[in-house]
């Protein structure tokens, strides 16, 4: 009996997600519509779309003539009921961005800070902050908050502890217990990720490379990450400690990284350490030096372009050995690497192609993130509504 009451569950579950699939696909669309294009009888539709409409997840909107017969009662995704938050933790501040579940923006936050030297206790204590307003902003537009994810530069266990996140000089930090704490809500499940893992979710669900089967988001803000789809879904390893390519060693006498070790791909090419090598970026504002980098290097000034190209090699290399090992169709850039990217992508171009072993680096082309600033925080909205796009729908 227990084992057909959870198949029971499963298949509900199952057909669930393929309606709400279907209405963020195709909506407006009628319910005929949608059991023609799910393969799911009428009767199974017309009760899960029962269910949706008292949830307020669906609303009805006003009949309209089609071509044959009677009119059609047309469906589309309702936004007015829930939404999610998600946050992200970088060098260059804070982020918050929320999205309502008919996929429009809620809200959309930056802060500067508070800074890679102030520790992790000052760093939580902002993000709860951050959140709370966050949630109250959410909840007074009428939306329940059905949950928070937050996006961290580093190795991040399945219990929401940052184990290592060497750029913010984090180890072994409770983020998931200690936020959660902060908030007081325990009403709202607060899930912690890599954020290089939450931008290619992003890349995979929205904008022009949406459905690429095969991606990696490059982010180099903070440390150097990569978030990968191979054939469709996301790589997550034996722990979840995927894409730390930022710790490859590439130069082994070169300078000291933040893990311990010498000549990774972070110390050479991340942000901070593009900004540490080029002189004159007096502001201590990584956001401000990052604009005055761009501007000189636009100007086309020497010894920036040259930082940048040394920088795209390096990456270059990095990307090398993603592309003969997973043979992705999209490297894409994102963060300040797609600010900067017509600055770097001839170079990592170039050495990509010299250190690729496939022909053609094996169909790989790099491009740059169309969301360079929101890929982490937008796809942990994403990551927040994932139990809904499974089908287990907010308990009323």
Request: aromatic letters at 2%; a negative charge; one cysteine or more.
């Amino acid at each position: 009996m227990i084992t057909q009451t959870a198949d029971h569950t499963d298949i509900r579950a199952t057909n669930l997600a393929a309606v709400l699939g279907f209405l963020r696909r195709e909506a407006p669309c009628s319910r005929a519509a949608i059991a023609s294009g799910t393969g799911l009888n009428k009767a199974t539709v017309t009760s899960i779309v029962g269910d949706l409409l008292d949830r307020r997840l669906v609303r009805e909107t006003q009949q309209t003539q089609n071509h044959v017969g009677r009119p059609a009662t047309l469906l589309v995704l309702d936004g007015s009921a829930y939404a999610a938050i998600g946050l992200e933790v970088s060098a260059r501040g804070l982020t918050a961005l929320a999205y309502d579940t008919a996929g429009e923006q809620v809200l959309r936050w930056h802060r500067a800070g508070p800074g890679v030297d102030a520790g992790p206790a000052k760093t939580v204590a902002a993000l709860a902050t951050l959140a709370r307003r966050a949630i109250t902003t959410v909840q007074s537009s009428g939306r329940r908050v059905l949950g928070i994810t937050v996006g961290v530069p580093g190795l991040v266990n399945r219990d929401g502890c940052v184990v290592l996140a060497a750029g913010l000089g984090w180890r072994d930090v409770s983020l998931r217990t200690e936020l959660t704490a902060s908030i007081g809500r325990p009403d709202i499940p607060v899930t912690v990720e890599n954020d290089a893992t939450l931008a290619v979710l992003a890349e995979h669900l929205y904008g022009p490379l949406a459905d690429c089967e095969n991606l990696i988001h490059l982010t180099g803000d903070t440390g150097v990450g990569a978030g990968i789809i191979v054939d469709g879904r996301p790589l997550r390893g034996h722990l979840g400690y995927v894409g730390e390519i930022g710790h490859l060693r590439l130069v082994p006498d070169g300078p000291v990284c933040g893990c311990g070790q010498r000549g990774c791909l972070e110390a050479l090419a991340s942000l901070p350490a593009i900004l540490s090598r080029v002189d004159g970026l007096d502001d201590s504002d990584p956001q401000v030096q990052l604009e005055h980098l761009i501007r000189r290097a636009d100007a086309g000034e020497a010894a920036v372009t040259k930082v940048l190209a040394e920088a795209g090699m390096h990456l270059g290399h990095g990307v090398a050995a993603l592309v003969n090992i997973l043979n992705p169709a999209q490297i894409v850039l994102g963060g300040s690497y797609a600010l900067l990217s017509v600055h770097l992508i001839p170079s990592i171009t170039k050495a990509l192609e010299e250190a690729a072993i496939a022909p053609e680096a094996g169909g790989c082309t790099v491009t740059a993130s169309t969301f360079p600033n929101t890929a982490t925080p937008l796809g942990a909205t994403a990551q927040a509504l994932t139990p809904l796009t499974q089908g287990h729908l907010p308990v009323l």
